[in-house]
């Protein structure tokens, strides 16, 4: 099966004390976020455990845990881009994300760590050119660490529009000679551009619009075919099997503008102060009205297509 820990919130960066925790205590619960009493419970162990998938702005707290997280496989999700303390007040500062990305990708391989560019939006000063610039600086500093790039642009989700108003849609216009010229950048440094649900109006340029996290992304990263179950990413559009997330909304302090994840500062703090490095949900502890069921897992791999 797939662990899947960063479409909530940021586990890394944030609870990497917490995660690391859970792997030595073999087990995480999870509470279901619109059934609150519902709980699930996941045996973490890399008999059942194919691959733990993480998403992060930060992945420098877990790096000295390496050895913990080596029995198991790993794909990792690292967000860089170019905003600054306005947009993305708590997340560090980017040349030193670019450093430990590089030593991620020398501790897992390059096959199991990609680089998310996203969500990309428009304003005077984050302007289109500037975009066009930015990321060939960067993507020629990532070079050689990364064979994929993952770029989308900003959805203007109710939460988004709450705490980033002054946020809009990117045009067609503007997607298209985005998408062109970081194609175009990818192919010159060796990195696939791919597009997070996005349709496939940037397919004519080269840019891979079939999915971030499938089938195919995580047999790469583990080097060995997969019998995994069909299942729909969470949105429409989206082509990605994401797996059995264990992170919970309203936490990640970040506080990233175009965030999706949160509701607003006060909820994240609120549950911050819930937070038990020793338990073995996110957030708080389980409660008596609890109702705990122990997930149904299974290995996926099959060792005899091995690549």
């Given at each position: 099966m797939?662990?899947?820990?960063g479409?909530?919130?940021?586990?890394?960066?944030?609870?990497?004390?917490w995660f690391?925790n859970?792997?030595?205590?073999?087990?995480?619960?999870?509470?279901n976020?619109?059934?609150?009493?519902?709980?699930t419970?996941?045996?973490?162990?890399p008999?059942v455990?194919?691959l733990i998938?993480?998403?992060?702005?930060?992945?420098?707290?877990?790096?000295?845990?390496m050895d913990?997280?080596k029995?198991?496989?790993?794909?990792w999700?690292?967000?860089?881009t170019?905003?600054g303390k306005?947009i993305?007040?708590?997340?560090?500062?980017?040349?030193?994300?670019?450093q430990d990305?590089k030593?991620?990708?020398?501790a897992?391989g390059?096959?199991?760590?990609?680089?998310?560019?996203?969500?990309?939006?428009i304003?005077?000063?984050?302007?289109l050119?500037?975009?066009?610039?930015?990321?060939?600086?960067?993507?020629?500093e990532?070079?050689?660490?990364?064979?994929?790039?993952?770029?989308s642009?900003?959805d203007l989700y109710?939460?988004?529009?709450?705490?980033f108003?002054?946020?809009?849609?990117?045009s067609?216009?503007?997607?298209?000679?985005i998408?062109?010229a970081?194609?175009?950048?990818?192919?010159?440094?060796g990195i696939?551009?791919?597009?997070c649900a996005?349709?496939?109006e940037?397919?004519?340029?080269?840019i891979d619009c079939d999915g971030?996290?499938?089938h195919t992304?995580?047999?790469?990263?583990?080097h060995t075919k997969?019998?995994?179950?069909?299942?729909?990413?969470?949105?429409k559009?989206?082509?990605?099997?994401?797996?059995?997330?264990i992170?919970?909304?309203d936490?990640?302090r970040?506080f990233?503008?175009y965030?999706?994840?949160?509701?607003n500062k006060?909820?994240?703090?609120?549950?911050?102060?819930?937070?038990n490095?020793?338990s073995?949900?996110?957030?708080g502890?389980i409660q008596?009205e609890d109702?705990?069921?122990?997930a149904e897992q299974e290995s996926?791999m099959?060792?005899?297509?091995?690549?």
């Open positions: 797939i662990l899947q820990t479409m909530r919130t940021d586990i890394p960066a944030f609870y990497a004390e690391i859970r792997i030595k205590e073999v087990y995480v619960m999870v509470r976020p619109y059934n609150p009493s519902s709980v419970k996941y045996i973490i162990n008999d455990v194919d998938a993480f998403c992060t702005k930060n992945p420098a707290p877990m790096l000295e845990h913990v997280l029995p198991f496989g790993q794909y999700f690292v967000t860089i170019p905003y306005e993305e007040p708590n997340v560090p500062d980017k040349r030193k994300v670019i990305f030593r991620l990708s020398e897992v390059m096959d199991s760590v990609g680089w998310r560019y996203d969500p990309i939006f304003t005077d000063k984050y302007s050119d500037f975009h066009l610039d930015v990321f060939e600086s960067m993507a020629k990532l070079s050689g660490y990364t064979h994929t790039c993952i770029i642009f900003i109710k939460k988004v529009i709450t705490n108003p002054q946020g809009r849609m990117v067609k216009e503007e997607r298209l000679i998408g062109k970081f194609a175009d950048i990818g192919k010159k440094y696939t551009i791919k597009a996005e349709g496939d940037l397919e004519q340029y080269g971030c996290l499938t992304v995580y047999e790469t990263a583990l997969l019998n995994m179950p069909k299942k729909k990413g969470q949105r559009e989206c082509a990605c099997f994401f797996g059995n997330d992170g919970a909304y936490t990640c970040h990233c503008r965030c999706y994840a949160n509701t006060d909820a994240v703090i609120r549950n911050v102060t819930l937070h490095p020793n073995p949900l996110l957030i502890n008596p109702e705990i069921k122990t996926w099959n060792l005899q297509l091995n690549f």
